[in-house]
C-alpha cells in the first residue's frame, strides 16, 4: 500500500488531530527567513518610534486635556446614546476572538475532508485567520496585566473627573481605565486586517478611530486611555507579524526589512501544479 493509500484510511478524529498538532507546530517551529534580522531591525525601530510618540501624548493628554475633555460629555446612562453602546460592542476583546476561534473551529473541522488544492488554500486561510487571532489576543492579554497593575480609575469613579485618580494593583474594573481594552482590540485588529490586506488600512482605521471615540461619549475611558490602548494594540499586533513572518507564515520579508503580505493562493495555478503532479 502507497503512504498516500494508508493517509486515506486514517479515521477523521485522528487526521483533525495531526493536522491540528501540524498547524500548532508551524507557530512555534524555529525562524527560517533569511532576512528576519533586517525585519527584526525595523521592527524595533517602529517600536520604539510608536512608544516614544505616544508616550508622550498619553503624558500631554493626562496633564492638559483628559480634565478638560471628561466635562464635554454627556452624562453616563443617557437615553439618546444607545447606538454608540451597541457600536462600542465592536470593539470588545471577547466578541472579536470569540468570532475568530469560531473561524478556526470551522477551517479546521473542514480541513480533514478537502484534499489537494482545496486543502492547500484552506490551509492558507486558516493561517491568516491564526494570525488576526494571535494579533489581537497578545496585545489584549497584555493590556488586562497593564491595567490591574496601573489601577487607574474611570471617568469620576470617585465622584471627581479626577485624571490622577490610581490605585496600583486595585485588579478592579472601576479602576481599570489605563489602557482602553476595546482601544486595544480595536487598533491591533485594524493593524492586522490592514496588514493581509493593505486596500483596507483607511477602513480599518476609521473603525478603531470610532471605537476609540465611543469610549470617550460613554465615559467609560479618558482621552489618554484610548491613545495608549492604541499603542499596545498596534506593538502587539506588529509583534506577531514579525513573528509569522521570520516563519514565513502569511507574510515575506523584502530586503530592506519591510513585511509584505504573501499574496493567497491562485486557484488556476494551484491547479495545474496539481494536474502536472497526476499527469503520468
Known amino acids: 500500500m502507497k503512504p498516500d493509500d494508508r493517509a486515506g484510511t486514517r479515521s477523521y478524529p485522528a487526521e483533525l488531530a495531526t493536522l491540528i498538532g501540524q498547524s500548532l507546530a508551524r507557530l512555534v517551529r524555529e525562524p527560517s527567513h533569511s532576512l528576519r534580522a533586517e525585519a527584526g531591525r525595523r521592527w524595533a525601530r517602529a517600536t520604539l518610534l510608536i512608544s516614544a510618540v505616544l508616550a508622550v501624548a498619553v503624558v500631554i493628554l493626562m496633564v492638559l486635556i483628559d480634565a478638560y475633555e471628561i466635562n464635554l460629555m454627556p452624562a453616563r446612562g443617557t437615553a439618546s446614546l444607545w447606538p454608540l453602546r451597541i457600536l462600542t460592542d465592536l470593539g470588545k476583546s471577547s466578541y472579536v476572538l470569540w468570532t475568530l476561534i469560531a473561524l478556526l473551529v470551522i477551517v479546521a473541522l473542514l480541513?480533514?475532508?478537502?484534499?489537494?488544492?482545496?486543502?492547500?488554500?484552506?490551509?492558507?486561510?486558516?493561517?491568516?485567520?491564526?494570525?488576526?487571532?494571535?494579533?489581537?489576543?497578545?496585545?489584549?492579554?497584555?493590556?488586562?496585566?497593564?491595567?490591574?497593575?496601573?489601577?487607574?480609575?474611570?471617568?469620576?469613579?470617585?465622584?471627581?473627573?479626577?485624571p490622577f485618580n490610581f490605585s496600583t494593583f486595585a485588579w478592579s474594573e472601576a479602576y481599570a481605565s489605563l489602557p482602553s481594552g476595546h482601544a486595544i482590540t480595536a487598533f491591533a485588529l485594524a493593524?492586522?486586517?490592514?496588514?493581509?490586506?493593505?486596500?483596507?488600512?483607511?477602513?480599518?482605521?476609521?473603525?478603531?478611530?470610532?471605537?476609540?471615540?465611543?469610549?470617550?461619549?460613554?465615559?467609560?475611558?479618558?482621552?489618554?486611555?484610548?491613545?495608549?490602548?492604541?499603542?499596545?494594540?498596534?506593538?502587539?499586533?506588529?509583534?506577531?507579524?514579525?513573528?509569522?513572518?521570520?516563519?514565513?507564515?502569511?507574510?515575506?520579508?523584502?530586503?530592506?526589512?519591510?513585511?509584505?503580505?504573501?499574496?493567497?493562493?491562485?486557484?488556476?495555478r494551484l491547479k495545474g501544479v496539481a494536474q502536472r503532479h497526476r499527469a503520468p
Open 191 to 268: 493593524f492586522a486586517i490592514g496588514a493581509l490586506f493593505p486596500r483596507l488600512r483607511v477602513l480599518m482605521l476609521a473603525y478603531a478611530v470610532i471605537i476609540a471615540l465611543t469610549r470617550l461619549v460613554l465615559l467609560a475611558h479618558h482621552a489618554s486611555d484610548v491613545v495608549a490602548g492604541a499603542m499596545v494594540g498596534t506593538i502587539g499586533a506588529m509583534t506577531v507579524r514579525y513573528w509569522f513572518a521570520a516563519r514565513r507564515l502569511g507574510f515575506t520579508i523584502r530586503r530592506d526589512g519591510t513585511i509584505e503580505p504573501l499574496p493567497g493562493p491562485s486557484w488556476d
Open 111 to 162: 480541513l480533514p475532508l478537502v484534499k489537494g488544492v482545496s486543502r492547500v488554500v484552506l490551509i492558507g486561510v486558516g493561517t491568516r485567520i491564526q494570525f488576526v487571532f494571535l494579533a489581537v489576543l497578545v496585545p489584549v492579554c497584555a493590556g488586562e496585566v497593564l491595567k490591574g497593575v496601573i489601577g487607574r480609575g474611570r471617568p469620576f469613579v470617585g465622584g471627581d473627573a479626577n
